[in-house]
């Protein structure tokens, strides 16, 4: 029989959870899931977090890449059930509303965002919220999805990281290396996206933590 918590919080790979995690830390009312990239890890995870704990409410959190050319870094989004109970709470720390799209490839370009937001006019874009919130739709949890832009839609990602990732969408560190000692000029660039991915967790985290 699983147990009851107040919340399910899902990220994706660890680098976006690292600075929430000791915000939380001794709460037994909060459940952190790291489920891995892309929306087969995702459900694997998730529902295996479900059969041990049945959650008042779930958020999927994480990096996102912006569609909507009005939002710059580090904006954190909100897409919420109308029985959400602490979407007021997020608004109120600094999410602003806005709708997402899932897909199963990273939009790497700008071309590529500009060319997903002419089509849906989602703001912004990511890899498995939509998933999650399927679940929980299908299971009656009340979910929202919590995602801080991570690359603008005017910005290019330093590197394609379609083509470093395993078929389990997890990185490929020798392929990393071996375009980084191709390409070395990309090195400082990589560098400068690192430290903007890690401000926006930290922005993430801050939000989520008034919240709770």
């Known amino acids: ?18 600075p929430f995690r000791p915000l939380v830390a001794g709460r037994s009312d909060v459940q952190m899931v790291v489920t891995g990239m892309g929306a087969k890890n995702a459900s694997v995870s998730f529902l295996a977090a479900l059969e041990k704990a049945t959650p008042g409410f ?8 912006g569609l909507n050319p009005g939002l710059p870094p580090e904006s954190v989004v909100l897409d919420a059930t109308a029985d959400f109970p602490v979407a007021g709470k997020l608004l109120q720390a600094g999410a602003q509303k806005g709708t997402f ?27 498995e919220s939509g998933i999650i919130r399927e679940i929980c739709a299908e299971r009656g949890i009340p979910a929202a999805t919590v995602r801080v832009i991570s690359d603008a839609a005017h910005e290019d990602l330093p590197l394609n990281f379609n083509e470093l990732m395993t078929p389990e969408m997890e990185m490929n560190f020798g392929k990393l290396a071996w375009t980084l ?4 000029g990309k090195i ?18 801050q939000v989520l933590s008034a919240s709770l």
Do not use: H, N, W
Not at 5 to 18: D, L, M, P
């Open 58 to 65: 779930v958020i999927t959190a994480g990096y996102a890449g």
């Open 188 to 205: 400082p660039e990589l560098m400068r996206f690192q430290k903007r991915v890690q401000s926006s967790a930290l922005k993430l985290a």
């Open 101 to 127: 799209l899932c897909t199963t490839t990273v939009a790497s370009t700008k071309q590529e965002k500009a060319a997903l937001f002419s089509r849906t006019q989602c703001d912004a874009v990511e890899m």
């Open 181 to 184: 000692l191709k390409s070395p």
């Open 1 to 18: 029989m699983s147990d009851p918590v107040k919340v399910i919080i899902c990220f994706a790979v660890k680098e976006e959870a690292a």
